[in-house]
């Protein structure tokens, strides 16, 4: 996390959270000459409404702190989705249980992409079933890009059984 990332982060963290809703993550970047950033935010039933109203009201906080200096940014606020990423050990603890796609910076046992499940998270150790019965142990530093992995017909088969 970059050191403007982080201090974004710290300063949103409290605002999201008074509003009710948990600040999941932010990027920060600057692309064609202007500031984007972009604001993760999760609650059970988060709606575009909800969206657009925590981007006013960041917006409007933004302004007062002055943290970016101008107005010349772009603001993006929405739900991390299904398919989330896994950016920190805490969201990894969250998925316990969950499918994932696991891409390692340095290979494990020969092997840079996983596929499988979250069995355990042990200190910095992510415990993930691969392949039936076989496991493997990946450092949490190690990672550098993971999803969670959505089945459709499995969440289809759930919304069908709620009914």
Not at 77 to 97: C, I, N, W, Y
Request: charged share 25%.
């Amino acid at each position: 996390m970059s050191v403007k990332q982080k201090q974004l982060f710290e300063f949103l963290q409290p605002l999201v959270q008074a509003l009710g809703f948990e600040l999941y993550w932010v990027e920060y970047g600057i692309y064609a000459g202007k500031i984007n950033i972009r604001v993760f935010v999760d609650k059970n039933g988060l709606t575009s409404t909800d969206c657009a109203n925590i981007s006013r009201y960041i917006k409007a906080e933004l302004v007062v702190a002055n943290i970016l200096g101008d107005d010349n940014y772009q603001l993006e606020v929405s739900s991390p989705g299904l398919d989330r990423s896994l950016f920190t050990l805490e969201h990894f603890k969250k998925a316990v249980g969950s499918d994932v796609d696991i891409k390692v910076r340095t290979a494990v046992d020969g092997k840079c992409n996983f596929n499988g499940k979250i069995l355990d998270i042990d200190g910095d150790m992510i415990l993930l079933s691969i392949n039936f019965n076989e496991t493997v142990k990946i450092n949490f530093d190690n990672v550098q890009r993971a999803n969670i992995k959505i089945d459709i017909k499995t969440l289809f088969k759930k919304k069908s059984d709620d009914k």
